[in-house]
């Protein structure tokens, strides 16, 4: 079956970290940009962070940076986000997404996992 799939999400107190992992079931993550995105409830879905396919192009959204670091192991068809000083707002879900495009832009990913939960309790 072809599909993403997001693991590692979870409860945690706010200032904790979290570590979020998305692999490629079907398929190798490698030729691809992969991005994080997440959605709180009733707000719209937003971009966090994407990765190139070589590794060398990294975008974070503004309140993440400083916090949150993406990062690839092609050889374990992996991508991460590690997430630290979480705050109660980066409380949603948040999802992985392959872009096919060889200049991502945020809304070039169109490929999407079925999301993961994220809680951060103050």
Not at 86 to 99: G, H, M, N, Q, R
Request: with cysteine; proline share 2%; glycine share 10%.
């Amino acid at each position: 079956q072809v599909q993403l799939v997001e693991s590692g999400g979870g409860m945690v107190q706010s200032g904790g970290s979290l570590t979020l992992s998305c692999t490629a079931s079907g398929f190798t993550l490698d030729p691809y940009d992969v991005g994080w995105f997440r959605q709180a409830p009733g707000k719209e879905r937003e971009g966090v962070s994407f990765i190139s396919s070589m590794g060398d192009r990294k975008e974070y959204m503004s309140s993440v940076k400083g916090r949150f670091t993406i990062s690839r192991d092609d050889a374990k068809n992996m991508v991460y986000l590690q997430m630290t000083s979480l705050k109660p707002e980066d409380t949603a879900v948040y999802f992985c997404a392959t872009s096919r495009e060889q200049e991502s832009d945020w809304k070039d990913f169109d490929y999407w996992g079925q999301g993961i939960q994220v809680t951060v309790s103050s």
